[in-house]
RNA sequence: GGGCGGUUAGCUCAGCUGGUUAGAGCGCCUGCCUUACAAGCAGGAGGUCGCAGGUUCGAAUCCUGCACUGCCCA
């Protein structure tokens, strides 16, 4: 039995023990329903972490807050499929095993390209996938028997598929271009993966001699190793000072080969010198300009950023030796004539910190404007939602300003593009096919495949369709496509969810979903079944404690497995949750965790207590309605389910019955509500304060009298007490188990002692509010009662009383029916505020010292022991200051004709009564200062 | 350079579409091992909501400017 476990809860058995009951039950696995299912439908994609990844603190945000989501439509009844998996991840997987490789003193090119293969998928088969043990940990609810890998054959496969339509409708074209290349790397790189930095650098001013005259021409640079590629110079034709030159060469200085002066808006007049070089083949502006010119690209380069032979003497040098030398040898010679410090953005490689060099080479694109024209639409339209709402304009700004996108990498590592070009040298033909074709169509020469892989985002960006079984028409699209949702960060918002709408609107188009499905899950309303997701939701970045960025080379990294080991997954989870206020970022303090901890235990300990009671009782545990009700609508209340509302097997015999029932109702709709919003840090803080405050500290202590029937009481009130908590525990712990499941497992499991109505507490029903429930008049009620205590409480801690010592107290009130209320409860406010006796008394008590009072009731506690008169007057002058205050506020807007004509009539009442009751509470504490003689 | 946030108690943060005397956790102070829980219980102190204007009957909340700060893009 639990209470004989100890008393303070020890989270790391219990959590793994269920962690592997879930999955070895397979109870989040989800088979295909077959055609005619009428449930609802939820549907997740996981953003599949890299294979290489290990767990930081933004999974675990990201993963809490999809599970919270996940099991809050389970046990709603939704048949929810959470799906798995993880991405082959081209350049870090590469890396990992270069750099294990390197370790043997060898290199890749060592192995070769298939061998180099071989050995990834080995390191992948030992090492790959450690993220997702990890994730098993947190509780994550997935279909494990869904999980894929980027890289499967099926997904390949699809991969292929995609390029290959893309090409054949001419969205996939070859060429030349300037593309962000990564020297270390050793191969191009999109936009998105260069981070741009400002630095502090320098400019440089060299003179070209002008061919035919003794003038010099002067440009300003910061990259002057590239000078050995420039093929033009160029001025603005508007710019008068250089008229005179138009048409005219000059010599570029240490390569001795004449270039043209061009005019064109490259050079702008203001920006130095007003002239600039041109090297179309390591610049992207100049690239253009050179296009525009006609001007020959000169690539002075190789693939590691070295000089090649078009460098003349310069040639094997690294760049930054080269920039060395051309400085040294431009000065010596006399052409370099000024240098100036100047900040500079450079962009780095986003994974190895590389400075990119642009770079000119054949590379492979998607052209992106119909795709994004599609997928904006999609946003615009409001088809696809994304939450917070700011990151929807952000998305259509990027949108808007989209470049066509170079998919091709100098990897071995992903998927090879299905593209062959003929080995002979005078045919070259270009052959983009599902399978290697035998021979050049023609020529018929031999032909050899493309060496370039395929941007990862690639195939990432094509899961929401091909996870269920696209190119195939499957029943599993009808079903789950489009997904329900995506969660993720901000980061990938470019990366990977604007390519799935892309691609999903693209390849998907004229798909429906199946339409009872649709109906149910409550998406009639959507147009669109094209889309990847109905919904995007961008959860907040995780900081330190102090606000940083959490990276490595800080050192500031906090491991959530670490976290975890101290604290416990639960009390790991509960914190990012109520933390997690949509659109803000998080500060990730462990103080925070520590406090949930408490409140682990806080709900264990209530669990204690509940069971030693049934023990004693010998309570019984049936009779209750089966609480599992799958067929639920997304309300509640969808036709062939019991809407399961309220709490069934609740009696309400006492105000605190009454109370506590109007109570959580009221939370259970508001937690409904939070989520439905994915305002998570609200659900998790209504249930905190519900479990902790209303349900431990104030319903359980009132219960406890009637609990304990020994003192010659009647069994069957003590029977019906136990009944009421063990139902409401057991309605609690359904709501909070989608943030803290491994505790509400297993105490929940332990309150059914193996009888449950379900194999476990994630196949329950989750509790809906039941407006019949609300009872306002218990909760006003209630509320005079606790303020009544609180008063006595309050009192006898200012006079210093010893806690044990019961003292009688008067009371006077201003309606008959508070009394009839404080008599009613009268053993409640004796136990609680440890009281003798309560007489009620016919006249007010405010002047007397030792009484405190709200504008229903005064109360005095009888004792000879004296007040501390100087305290009192001060807490009286710090009280009738704030009285005042919101006296004079009240006054002011109720003597306004504009408030009383405008406000609405509720506002305008409530201030009134406000005003009324302030009133009386500054009678009485002027009465009392009067009394007192307070200065 | 362009865009988007943030600034509320000693610390970390809530405060939704403007409407009672601005809340929580941690920390702090006082008193309690009261038979579920000292990871607890009871009580308490602590904020002119970054600054300056404006809109409004009414502003922490909406608008403008400024200061500081963070992020993204070029």
């Excluded at 890396?95 to 071989?118: N, S």
């Excluded at 599609?374 to 939602?385: C, F, L, N, P």
């Excluded at 049934?614 to 009700?629: C, L, Q």
């Excluded at 509720?906 to 201030?911: G, I, P």
Aim: hydrophobic content about 40%; proline content about 5%.
């Amino acid at each position: 039995m639990l209470r004989e476990l100890p008393k303070a809860y020890e989270p790391g058995a219990i959590e793994s023990r269920w962690a592997e009951y879930w999955i070895k039950e397979k109870l989040f696995s989800v088979p295909t329903p077959p055609p005619g299912e009428t449930r609802p439908v939820f549907t997740l994609l996981l953003p599949p972490p890299n294979v290489t990844g290990r767990l930081h603190m933004g999974h675990m945000l990201n993963q809490t807050q999809m599970d919270i989501i996940v099991r809050w439509h389970r046990m709603r009844g939704f048949i929810t499929l959470w799906l798995p998996g993880t991405d082959h991840a081209g350049i870090a997987t590469q890396m990992m095993v270069e750099k294990q490789l390197e370790r043997e003193g060898k290199k890749r090119k060592d192995l070769g390209r298939e061998k180099f293969i071989e050995r990834v998928w080995e390191w992948k088969n030992e090492y790959g996938g450690a993220i997702l043990d990890q994730m098993k940990r947190l509780g994550a609810s997935v279909d494990w028997d869904r999980e894929y890998f980027t890289m499967d054959e099926n997904l390949s496969h699809a991969v292929r598929e995609v390029f290959v339509r893309l090409y054949e409708e001419g969205l996939v074209y070859r060429g030349n271009y300037i593309v962000n290349w990564c020297p270390w790397h050793e191969t191009a790189i999109s936009d998105l993966e260069v981070k741009h930095e400002e630095v502090q650098g320098k400019l440089w001013e060299i003179r070209y001699p002008v061919v035919g005259s003794n003038e010099f021409i002067t440009v300003a640079t910061t990259r002057p190793e590239t000078m050995l590629g420039d093929t033009a110079i160029a001025v603005n034709a508007k710019d008068e000072r250089y008229t005179h030159l138009h048409g005219k060469k000059v010599l570029l200085p240490l390569m001795n080969r004449e270039i043209p002066i061009i005019t064109d808006e490259l050079a702008q007049p203001e920006f130095g010198t007003g002239a600039v070089k041109v090297t179309p083949a390591h610049d992207p502006n100049d690239f253009e300009a050179g296009k525009r010119h006609n001007l020959p690209q000169i690539n002075v380069m190789d693939e590691r950023a070295h000089m090649n032979a078009n460098a003349g003497p310069y040639a094997g040098l690294d760049r930054f030796e080269a920039r060395k030398r051309v400085l040294h040898d431009l000065r010596e010679q006399g052409f370099l004539v000024g240098e100036k410090d100047y900040t500079l953005a450079i962009g780095k490689c986003d994974r190895c910190g590389t400075i990119i060099e642009p770079r000119l080479s054949e590379q492979w694109f998607v052209k992106i404007q119909p795709l994004a024209d599609r997928a904006k639409e999609a946003v615009q339209s409001g088809e696809i939602t994304i939450v917070p709402d700011n990151y929807r304009q952000i998305y259509l700004n990027w949108m808007n300003n989209i470049h066509d996108w170079c998919v091709s990498r100098q990897l071995w590592w992903g998927h090879r593009i299905p593209a062959w070009t003929c080995a002979n040298p005078n045919c070259k033909e270009v052959i983009v096919a599902r399978e290697a074709p035998a021979k050049c169509p023609k020529c018929g020469g031999k032909v050899e495949q493309v060496s370039d892989v395929l941007d990862t985002w690639f195939s990432s960006g094509l899961l929401p369709f091909t996870t269920l079984g696209w190119p195939e028409k499957t029943r599993d699209q009808e079903v789950f496509y489009p997904t329900t949702l995506l969660i993720t960060a901000y980061e990938i918002l470019f990366f990977w969810v604007a390519r799935m709408i892309m691609f999903g609107s693209h390849f998907m188009q004229g798909h429906h979903q199946d339409a009872a499905i649709k109906k149910a899950s409550g998406w009639t309303d959507k147009k669109n079944d094209s889309v990847p997701f109905r919904q995007v939701y961008i959860h907040s970045l995780v900081r330190d404690a102090e606000r940083q960025k959490m990276s490595k080379t800080k050192g500031n990294v906090v491991d959530p497995l670490d976290v975890i080991e101290r604290f416990g997954t639960d009390a790991t989870r509960f914190t990012l949750a109520a933390m997690a206020a949509p659109g803000t970022d998080i500060a990730f303090n462990e103080s925070r965790t520590d406090g949930y901890r408490a409140f682990a235990n806080k709900i264990w300990n209530a669990a204690r207590f509940m069971f030693m009671n049934v023990d004693r009782i010998g309570f019984v545990w049936d009779g209750f309605p089966d609480p599992v009700v799958p067929g639920q609508g997304p309300d509640g209340t969808a036709e062939g389910g019991c809407p399961h509302t309220g709490i069934a097997g609740f009696t309400s015999v006492k105000l605190e019955d009454r109370w506590i029932l109007s109570r959580f109702n009221r939370v259970a709709a508001d937690v409904n509500d939070a989520l439905e919003t994915y305002r998570f840090h609200e659900a998790a803080n209504r249930i905190y304060d519900f479990f902790w405050g209303e349900f431990c500290d104030w319903y359980i202590e009132l219960i406890k009298p009637r609990l304990n029937f020994e003192e010659g009481g009647d069994k069957s009130v003590a029977q019906t007490a136990c009944a009421n908590l063990v139902s409401l525990f057991d309605a609690a712990l359904r709501l909070l188990h989608p943030v803290m499941p491994f505790i509400t497992e297993e105490i929940w499991q332990a309150l059914w002692e193996g009888k449950a109505p379900s194999k476990s507490i994630a196949l329950a029903a989750y509790p809906q509010a039941d407006e019949k429930q609300f009872d306002l008049a218990a909760e006003t009620d209630m509320a005079i009662l606790q303020d009544l205590i609180v008063s006595v409480r309050n009192l006898r801690a200012e006079l210093k009383i010893e806690p044990k010592l019961k003292l009688p107290i008067e009371v006077f009130v201003h309606e008959p029916e508070i009394a009839r209320l404080i008599e009613q409860n009268r053993g409640a406010v004796e136990r609680l505020a440890t009281v003798e006796k309560i007489t009620f008394v016919q006249n007010s008590l405010a002047k007397l010292p030792g009484v405190r009072g709200t504008a229903r009731f005064d109360v005095h506690v009888i004792y000879e022991r004296k007040i501390d008169v100087s305290a009192e007057c001060e807490r009286l002058k710090k009280e009738l200051e704030k009285i005042e205050k919101g006296i004079i506020g009240a006054q002011k807007q109720l003597g306004n004709p504009q408030f009383l004509a405008k406000a609405p009539m509720n506002v305008v009442e409530n201030l009134r009564r406000q005003e009324q009751e302030l009133g009386i509470l500054k009678e009485k504490a002027l009465d009392k200062m009067r009394e007192l003689a307070c200065p």
